[in-house]
């Protein structure tokens, strides 16, 4: 009989992989499926840094590099974080993985022992508390609603905060909410976040450049807990590099060095080729390459909301980055079409699922049942069939 470790038996499948590959089981037999539950844009990587790839392939970049990624890349990222963040990082504060999924992965098992708490502000992304429980720590679910713009406050925080508490994880812009957190904001959790030395703060910025109130605010900014700051950021989402597989950590010397350990024996370096594209991409300027994309995401949002005034009982917040919309639906909880009832976010995605032929991802996957997260990365044709899909599947729920 097949014996599987506790650890792996222990983990859930990410619902947003387990919704798209039921989309793609659907769509096998024929159906006609409009999948919004991956975060993936919709966009062509820049065809700048698709020539600088392949100009890296014909001249052989194909041997193992530094395990934290070459020098020469970490220079480009840390001059990046200058120009765009006004942070100060050195090449051996920067590690380059394979996805900002691996960059969190490692800074979490770097840092969290058996039994330590980490905060977790909800709603959160879906592999947070996954990775928390390969590395033995205890979450604690700080839950936020869309009267606070679904951010945590500072009373909130001071108050999850134990001597068992080691890490904070929080992400700007966020998935699923697409809230941005200030400047006032941020500086208002790190002063309480200085008053706890053995705290250490896990940033999640992988959607900097997809905001739509100016610049974007990093945490490190603050040079009294800077050297308590894991930066998490990548290429995959401002730049349109999902599948190339590029994060990227910045943090004080220690912590970096204990993640390049840590990748060193897991993957180690990610593949010579991303990296010679994120060299690339790390160069290239806003306006012309990523302001564009940026500026779509912008009209496909204000598109999604106001199509949603058609359709009674979502209610929402307005999401100022990433590209998701994250409704709460409990409006819909007790009603009913034919077998269908609808109790929770869950049954009501399974329902829009079959009877729509929408995919989306519920609530729970983010920490609260009441919701669902649609992404609004494709066309705007598709966005508008969706919308009115959705519309006639929840105005049949009686």
Known sequence: MAHLSNRVNSLS??????????????????????SL?????DFATPDVIKEFAKKAIDDNYSYY?????????????????????????????????TGAKQSIANAVLCLINEGDEVIVPAPFWVSYLEILKLAGGTPIIVNTGIESDFKITPEQLKKAITPKTRLLMISTPCNPTGSVYSKAELNALAEVIVQYPELYILSDEIYEHINFVGGHESFAQFDFIKDRVITINGVSKGFAMTGWRGGILAAPKWIAQACDKMQGQFTSATCSITQKAMHKAMQLDYNTYIKPMRDQFLKRRDLVLSLMKDIVGLKTNIPQ?????YPEISYYFGKSNGDYKITSGT???MYLLDVAHVALVPGAAFGEDNYIRFSYATSEDVL????????VALDALK
């Open 384 to 391: 508008r069939e969706a919308l009115k899909r959705m519309k």
């Open 321 to 325: 980055g990433a590209f998701y919309v």
């Open 13 to 34: 499948e990410s619902q947003t992989i387990a919704m798209a590959r039921k989309s793609r089981e659907l769509k096998a037999k024929g159906v006609d499926i409009i």
């Open 37 to 41: 539950s991956l975060g993936e844009p």
């Open 347 to 349: 049954d009501l995605s």
């Open 65 to 97: 590099t530094h395990v934290s990624g070459y020098v020469e890349l970490r220079e480009a990222i840390c001059e990046k974080f200058k120009r765009d963040n006004n942070l100060t990082y050195t090449a051996d504060e920067i590690v380059v993985s």
